[in-house]
């Protein structure tokens, strides 16, 4: 057992770093006031090839593999957490095209998706009555000759503003629940396709959330990906491997906070001494690094086991509910030693608080990834 990066990895972390500190440290707090994202931002991660990490150079990706990913991620979510979300919905959409989409879907958009032609991807498949249980969606896809007409709604769509290229679930046959899903690709802007409202969130205020509406969306049969009836199976995949970048998302938020609280301990005086020299911060600070190196080493597991080509569900899951629910906790102790100054603006912490909120909601909460972690150990001889 190595714990330790290869070279190549160790390139790709210090690449990411260096982009995240140059070009999204000094933007994030604007773009979270505004809630405006710089598209050309995510053109030159393109340019670099993050916007297809697990993707081959044939089809544009840079191949540089999953755990890169997701060392890359954290480092860019230490800097914007609305970038880093946009990267890894996008990743997760270049991975769903390539695993499933036939030749001319492949050759047609996932080169526009790690090029930056198309900006970023969305990844259609929550519904407003149907979230956690997406095998409920009422969204449907009616076939009519060499064509399917689409009619239903999405809620809570990450980019769908800016996305170049969806995947989006609806059913193809009503009575078959989870067996009656099937996943389909749609470019912006296809007749009958909406963006509809843009939803005001609390945190990762760059990343767009919108609802889709689909009014007689007529797409031609080569738009299916894979079978009909394989599209709960797609969206299960590809959010196993969605949440090894949420895991590592929040890893790099909960780092930037307690980063940033250590510091400030370490200046702040209170009774004549920094309050650095105080037990009660100390333990703060060792129980944050503590728990956030665990859970880092939670998620590389994950990814390291989904690069060798091995089962990975239930490391994915404990990964991405281990590392947002510690992020979250770190967040609020690095808020607690900044004290009053932690709960204004002009300081990072309440914006990093915000944006962390979010990773034990979407793509699973922590009580569906709970589920999942007891389903796999219950369902397997399972030896720790
Ligand atoms: C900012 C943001 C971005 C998002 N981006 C996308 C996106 O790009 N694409 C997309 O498709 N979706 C997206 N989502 C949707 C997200 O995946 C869902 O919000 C999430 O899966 C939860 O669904 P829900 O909000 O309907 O909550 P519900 O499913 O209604 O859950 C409500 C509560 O009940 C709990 N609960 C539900 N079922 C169970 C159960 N069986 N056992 C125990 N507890 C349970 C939940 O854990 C939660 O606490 C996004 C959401 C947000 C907030």
């Known amino acids: ?19 995240a500190a ?22 030159a991660m393109a340019d670099l090839g993050m916007m297809g990490m697990n993707i081959p150079a044939e089809y544009g990706g840079s191949q540089a593999g999953v755990v890169s990913y997701s060392l890359a991620m954290t480092e860019i979510a230490k800097a ?5 979300v946009t990267m890894s919905v996008t990743n997760m959409m270049a991975e769903v095209l390539h695993t499933f989409g036939s030749e001319e879907i492949c050759s047609a958009h996932i080169p526009k998706i790690c090029g930056g032609e198309y900006s970023c991807g ?7 009555t149907a979230g956690s249980d997406p095998a409920s969606m009422k969204s449907t896809a009616k076939r009519e000759g060499d064509h399917y007409v689409l009619n239903g709604s999405k809620t809570f769509i990450t ?11 609806a059913k ?47 797409l031609p049969r080569s738009n299916l990906l894979s079978q009909e009836g394989d599209g709960f199976k797609i969206a299960m995949m590809a959010l196993d491997g969605g949440r090894i970048g949420i895991g590592s998302m929040a890893v790099g938020i909960g780092l930037a906070a307690i980063e940033y609280a250590t510091a400030y ?16 911060i100390q333990w703060m600070i060792a129980d944050s690094f503590t728990e956030l190196e665990a859970a880092r080493l939670l998620v590389l597991r994950a990814a390291f086991l989904k690069e060798k080509g091995e089962r990975f569900t239930r490391e994915a899951s404990m990964g991405k509910l281990f590392a947002s629910e510690i992020a979250n906790r770190v967040c609020y102790k690095a808020l607690q030693m900044l004290g009053g100054y932690g709960y204004m603006k002009d300081y990072p912490l309440e914006r990093y608080s915000r944006d962390c909120r979010v990773t034990t909601i979407y ?14 150990i219950l369902g397997s001889n399972y030896v720790s």
């Open 363 to 376: 793509e699973g909460t922590s009580e569906i990834q709970r589920l999942v972690i007891a389903r796999e």
């Open 159 to 169: 980019s769908a503003e800016y996305a170049g290229v969806f995947v989006l679930w």
């Open 80 to 84: 914007c957490a609305s970038t880093a």
């Open 172 to 218: 193809t046959d009503k009575d078959a629940g989870a067996k009656g899903i099937s996943a389909f690709v749609v470019g912006k802007g296809h007749p009958g396709f909406i963006v509809g409202r843009h939803e005001e969130k609390m945190g990762q205020r760059g990343s767009p959330v919108n609802e889709i509406l689909m009014e007689n969306c007529c």
């Open 22 to 43: 140059k070009e999204l440290k000094p933007r994030a707090p604007e773009i979270d006031t505004t809630a405006k994202y710089p598209l050309p931002v995510l053109k």
């Open 1 to 19: 057992m190595d714990f330790r990066p290869t070279e190549e990895q160790k390139m790709i972390q210090q690449m990411a770093r260096d982009f």
């Open 265 to 280: 301990a370490q200046n702040r005086i209170q009774f004549g001494q920094p309050i650095s020299s105080f037990q009660a």
């Open 122 to 128: 969305a990844f259609a498949l929550t519904e407003s």
